[in-house]
């Protein structure tokens, strides 16, 4: 089992920056795909950013966040400059044991509860 739990949402002005954490617990992190979604009101969750071997980026999202790990501390981040409203959203942490998909957007089998991202204009 891992657990995840995300810290560093808030509320921000367009244009300004947030960083998000996730700290994992549980099973060897160093062999694990980490990304992140966000859920908007009313919407689906979409896929932000993966990191497995490479990172890989949502294209609404590209240039402006970044996502990186330190296995040591079994953390993962999600630099997010640039905000604009349309970044609001909860925003969920994920993982899954290396090898289970070719495709970064998923399926993902470890899941945070979330921490909330308000971009306000």
């Known amino acids: 089992q891992v657990q995840l739990v995300e810290s560093g949402g808030g509320l921000v002005q367009a244009g300004g920056s947030l960083r998000l954490s996730c700290a994992a617990s549980g099973r060897t992190f160093g062999s694990y795909d980490m990304a992140w979604f966000r859920q908007a009101p009313g919407k689906e969750r979409d896929f932000v950013a993966a990191i497995t071997w490479s990172p890989y980026y949502a294209d609404s999202v590209k240039g402006r966040f970044t996502i990186s790990r330190d296995s040591a501390k079994k953390l993962v981040y999600l630099q997010m400059n640039s905000l604009k409203p349309e970044d609001t959203a909860v925003y969920y942490c994920?993982?899954?044991?290396?090898?289970?998909?070719?495709?970064?957007?998923?399926?993902?089998?470890?899941w945070g509860q979330g921490t909330q991202v308000t971009v306000s204009s």
């Open positions: 994920a993982t899954r044991p290396r090898g289970i998909s070719v495709s970064y957007t998923g399926p993902y089998t470890y």
